[in-house]
T-cell receptor, first 111, second 115 residues
Framework: RKEVEQDPGPFNVPEGATVAFNCTYSNSASQSFFWYRQDCRKEPKLLMSVYSSGNEDGRFTAQLNRASQYISLLIRDSKLSDSATYLCVVAMNSGYSTLTFGKGTMLLVSP | DGGITQSPKYLFRKEGQNVTLSCEQNLNHDAMYWYRQDPGQGLRLIYYSQIVNDFQKGDIAEGYSVSREKKESFPLTVTSAQKNPTAFYLC??????????????FGDGTRLSIL
């Protein structure tokens, strides 16, 4: 089983739609979770950290379900500029160890 | 502006040649990382460094080498032993402390191709 799994998509949605991505992780010792956004041929950029209680940043809401080992990202009122690949990222509680990146979910928002 | 600078943006390697990718940060971050990204793939860790003069192998270190002589700098050398070097190389950094809960910030990458 892959450590971090995401549906590669693409998710094609019209402007204004609400879209949700899920990501599952295999290691129950995982402690920290992030969503990154990566535009085509660009570097990943941090979108938001994911907290146990869930968190919201404008149109973006992230949720964590430790029992089922998945995290989600909800985007409301999609904009054309939201078109990108969204990377799910997981870190274990092992000091300076490393982040594990999912392969990403591609979102295409159309007019 | 604070950030991470990678150079060059594009690099071509000849057969049997070693090439070095530069990564400099002025964020005062202790930890630095090198990743490789292939088309349609996730990021894979090559090397990371927690502190000056110390570094650790990641998942795919073979054919690569690094140094960390200064806090700000973490250059990556792609040696001739790396037979499939064509990829997008990303450098990242994060602040100290318990780094597992610190997000990483990325440079804008170097695209390496074989001539």
């Amino acid at each position: 089983r892959k450590e971090v799994e995401q549906d590669p998509g693409p998710f094609n949605v019209p402007e204004g739609a609400t879209v949700a991505f899920n990501c599952t992780y295999s290691n129950s010792a995982s402690q920290s979770f992030f969503w990154y956004r990566q535009d085509c041929r660009k570097e990943p950029k941090l979108l938001m950290s994911v907290y146990s209680s869930g968190n919201e940043d404008g149109r973006f809401t992230a949720q964590l379900n430790r029992a089922s080992q998945y995290i989600s990202l909800l985007i409301r009122d999609s904009k054309l500029s939201d078109s990108a690949t969204y990377l799910c990222v997981v870190a274990m509680n092992s000091g300076y160890s490393t982040l594990t990146f999912g392969k990403g979910t591609m979102l295409l928002v159309s007019p | 502006d604070g950030g991470i600078t990678q150079s060059p943006k594009y690099l071509f390697r000849k057969e049997g040649q070693n090439v070095t990718l530069s990564c400099e940060q002025n964020l005062n971050h202790d930890a630095m990382y090198w990743y490789r990204q292939d088309p349609g793939q996730g990021l894979r860790l090559i090397y990371y460094s927690q502190i000056v003069n110390d570094f650790q192998k990641g998942d795919i270190a073979e054919g690569y080498s690094v140094s960390r002589e200064k806090k700000e700098s973490f250059p990556l050398t792609v040696t001739s032993a790396q037979k499939n070097p064509t990829a997008f190389y990303l450098c990242a950094s994060s602040s100290g402390g318990r780094a597992y809960n610190q997000p990483q910030h990325f440079g804008d990458g170097t695209r390496l191709s074989i001539l």
